[in-house]
């Protein structure tokens, strides 16, 4: 950066005809995306003594665009009815009751073995957290489809290092396989929406606990936010979802 700075020579290779051409081919990217760009133009013509005429940023879309992505609590009750009913297999129930009664993030889930919920009766995660008891009773349904007890769980006797969810002998779930499930699972209870994501079950729950009154410590608490990421969500409700406290 320091070269192009004393090299003035290098500005007048930078035509505007050229950076038109660069921010019209940036056109059908989301004003988060294009925005990002053209602030990063910026910040380097500004230290590089480079006077171009750059694109203001682009407006945000209204938030009304994302509300539509959340679950009313209808939504939710219709979910779990389905799962509850017409699922054959507990994993997937489980796996969306950790998102939104528990806050759990696809990483957690990935990661979670056998000898997590062997450590406890009541299944801890991280501590002092522990899992909602509609989570339990679909980690219990799970054990009892698959035959097993919390007295005869012998974690090192489970296929691919013990991993608690796993669709293959010899390979686990991951983010990836994780969505297509829920996908599935969307797709057959009838609540599927373009774009929507397991996350915004999670978002959901929020938006729930909010519109109960529920204070944002609590929030971070049943959501497993430390006191830093209960800050951020609260931007992200405000920015993406229209929350005004």
Known sequence: ???????????????????????LNQDSLTPAAFNRRIVALRAFFVFANIEL???????????KAYT?????????????????????????????S??????FKLEQMCSLTWKDVSTSE??????????STESTRWLYRMMAQMEITMENINPDHFVVQGRLFAHTRRQGMNHKSIWRHYKVILQRSGLYVHNRTILHL??????HLLEAGT??????HLTQHTPKGVEGLRRRMRRNFGWSE
Not at 98 to 103: E, R, S, V
Not at 202 to 207: A, F, G, H
């Open 202 to 207: 999670m978002y959901s729950r929020v938006l």
């Open 98 to 103: 950790l998102m939104y009664y528990d806050g």
């Open 53 to 63: 005429d750059l694109p203001a940023n682009k407006p945000r879309k209204d938030v």
């Open 68 to 96: 539509h992505l959340l679950f009313t609590q209808d939504q939710v009750q219709q979910l779990f009815e389905y799962l509850a009913l017409h699922e054959t297999n507990s994993t997937d129930g489980l796996i969306c």
């Open 215 to 220: 204070d944002w410590q609590t929030i971070g």
């Open 122 to 131: 009541l299944w801890m995660r991280e501590k002092p957290y522990r899992v």
């Open 1 to 23: 950066l320091n070269w192009v700075k004393t090299h003035s020579n290098f500005g007048s290779k930078i035509t505007q005809e050229l950076l038109d051409n660069y921010v």
